[in-house]
Each structure stands twice: as C-alpha cells, then as structure tokens.
C-alpha cells in the first residue's frame, strides 16, 4: 500500500512537471480540453440552480397565503348569494309568466292585487290586499290565484282590503267533486297558528267513496264564487254519524301566496 502511494507521487510530480516543461500554446489547448470535457456538468448546474432560485421566489409566506385564501371565500360567498339571485329572478320570472296566461285566458275580469299584510293571530283566516273600491273591488268578490281560489273580500277601503281565506272555518264554499255527483260545503277547520291550514268537505253522502287525488271545484251555488275555479285535491275520506267527510289539500299554498287576483267580473 506504501508502494502505491510512493508511486502515484512520483507519477503527480512527473505530471506537474510535464505542464511546467510544456509550451503555452500547448497549455492552452489542454486547458480548453478540459473546459470541453467539464461544459455540460457546468451548465447542468446552472440550469439547476436557476430552478431552484425559481422555486425559492415563487414560494409565499403563511400570511400571504391566509390573505389569499380569506379572499377566495369572500369571492365564493359573492358568487354563491349571485346564483341565488339569479334563481329566484328565474322562478319570480316563471310565475309572473303563468299570472300574466292566466289572465289573458281566463273568463273573467282580474284585478291583480299583492298582500301588503298578514295577523299574526289570524295568520290563515285574513290577508289584507293593495285594492279596493278605487279599482273596482267590492265585497264578496272571489279571490284566487292561476292555481285555484284563495277566499273572498270581506272589508273594502278606497284603495285595500281584507280577504277571508278557505282557511278560516267562517268561509263556505259550494262545491263538488270530479268524477262523482257527490256535493258538498267547504270550510276551514279551526287550528293554531303554528299548525298549517287545514280545509275540509263536509255534508257528503255516507256511499261517496272518494279517492285521495279527486280534484274539489267551486260549484257556483250560493252567487259569491263561479263554478270551476279549483278549491283542493281530497286528502282523506271518511264516513261519520251523519254524513261523509273529507279532508283536502288547498290548491293554493296559502303560507307563501304574495300575488292575488280579484275577480270583478266575467269578460
């Protein structure tokens, strides 16, 4: 092992001693050889390191990334409120839609009206409305929606009134039952005022046998509501000590209607 490090030596020293002894023309070509031979692992480096500088610049700091993130959410919450609106735009468009066929096809003459306020003791017995006799509203004129009937005017003022909803159990309305001859009142059923409404069918025949889905209609007796405006679908069918009684579904949504037509007329 001592013979082999005596022997590099003595070869690195002829080594250093041949490039002392060579001429400088002759250095300078192996200089340039050896600056051909170690090129590419220079550039390979730089290349790396330009990568790395890259990297180390492009990466933030904790509160720049906290500041950026809180952003997106506040973007996110803007655009989640945008398409809310924009849906409710769409379905408020759709119902305006319906309302304004409703009127250009429907036999009668329509006034339409907004409820303006509500009791809260009397949430489903009354409305009031933004018309009155200014427009040709008076009592006891049906009230309904393109879905069905709402009630009828109790108290006009010039320009409001007061709307008896089928709700209220003082509310009567003559109808009938498709499909069947059987006829009947309907009347709202007393409830609390954090229960939803309930309407029902009295004075039945004990052999109606209705079917949950039979559609109830305003029969047009009594002079207050036109035969054929819808009232309900039968929920429930039962036989009672004296007559046959059904439960219905009003056609309208009672807890959410905003717009109303009164009809003042036939055309």
């Not at 393109?146 to 009134?161: C, N, P, Y």
């Not at 909803?165 to 509310?171: G, K, M, P, T």
Request: aromatic residues 6%; proline residues 4%; contains cysteine.
């Amino acid at each position: 092992m001592r013979r082999l490090n005596i022997i590099a030596f003595v070869v690195l020293l002829l080594a250093v001693a041949g490039l002392f002894a060579l001429s400088p023309r002759n250095t300078q070509k192996i200089q340039s050889a050896f600056l051909d031979f170690i090129a590419p692992f220079l550039k390979t480096g730089s290349a790396l390191q330009t990568k790395i500088t890259a990297i180390r610049e492009g990466l933030k700091t904790l509160p720049q990334i906290e500041q950026e993130n809180e952003q997106l959410r506040v973007e996110l919450k803007e655009l989640k409120a945008t398409n809310q609106m924009l849906r409710d735009l769409g379905l408020e468009n759709n119902k305006l839609r319906r309302a304004l066929e409703y009127r250009e096809r429907s036999i009668f003459k329509l006034v339409p009206a907004r409820i303006i306020a509500r009791d809260a003791t009397t949430w489903w017995n009354t409305v009031k409305v933004d018309r009155g006799f200014a427009d040709g509203v008076e009592p006891d004129m049906p009230v309904l929606t393109e879905d069905g009937l709402v009630g009828k005017t109790t108290t006009v003022a010039e320009h409001a009134s007061t709307v008896l909803l089928i709700a209220d159990e003082n509310c009567k309305v003559a109808s009938n039952v498709e499909g069947s001859r059987e006829q009947g009142i309907v009347k709202g059923e007393r409830t609390s005022t954090n229960a939803l409404p309930e309407i029902s069918l009295n004075f039945l025949s004990k052999t109606a046998d209705l079917k949950p889905g039979q559609k109830v209609y305003t029969s047009g007796v009594g002079g207050v509501y036109p035969s054929g405006i819808l009232i309900g679908v039968i929920k429930q069918f039962e036989v009672r000590a004296l007559d046959g009684h059904a439960t219905l579904v009003p056609a309208v949504d009672l807890t959410t209607i905003e717009d109303v037509f009164i009809v003042t007329g036939r055309k």
